[in-house]
């Protein structure tokens, strides 16, 4: 490697091990853990999914979050019985703690 270019992969590496030790062990401002990041995302789509089988539910038409198992739903439901099926689904995932359910019916 000659002098010149060395100095640039230094600072590669450098950068390289920056990003990992600051995305690496926390994923959101909340100081949240990457396999607790990981565990959330597959709740949010074992929630969709349900959401996407279910002939009740607009899966389209609300939205799924979830933080520390915790899933927020939102969005819009043409009837009391899809927001409530809704919430049903949800809670009935695996590693579901809690839902809240912030969908509005028009």
Same mark, same amino acid.
Request: positive net charge; hydrophobic residues 45%; contains cysteine.
């Given at each position: 490697?000659?002098? $010149? %270019?060395?100095?640039?992969? $230094?600072?590669?590496?450098?950068?390289?091990?920056?990003? @990992?030790?600051?995305?690496?062990?926390? #994923?959101?401002? *909340?100081?949240? !853990? @990457?396999?607790?990041? +990981? =565990? =959330? /995302? !597959? +709740? !949010? !789509?074992?929630? %969709?999914?349900?959401?996407?089988? *279910? %002939?009740?539910?607009? /899966?389209?038409?609300?939205?799924?979050?979830?933080?520390?198992?915790?899933?927020?739903?939102?969005?819009?439901?043409?009837?009391? =019985?899809? %927001?409530?099926?809704?919430?049903?689904?949800?809670?009935? #995932?695996?590693?579901?703690?809690?839902?809240?359910? *912030? +969908? #509005?019916?028009?």
């Amino acid at each position: 490697m000659s002098t $010149l %270019k060395l100095p640039h992969a $230094l600072l590669a590496v450098a950068a390289a091990l920056m990003v @990992v030790q600051t995305t690496g062990c926390a #994923v959101a401002r *909340d100081q949240q !853990t @990457v396999g607790s990041y +990981i =565990d =959330d /995302a !597959t +709740i !949010t !789509t074992r929630v %969709k999914t349900r959401f996407a089988e *279910d %002939k009740t539910v607009s /899966a389209m038409a609300i939205n799924v979050e979830t933080l520390k198992g915790t899933v927020q739903l939102s969005g819009f439901a043409k009837s009391a =019985d899809e %927001k409530n099926t809704a919430e049903r689904l949800a809670a009935n #995932v695996p590693g579901v703690v809690a839902v809240r359910n *912030d +969908i #509005v019916i028009r």
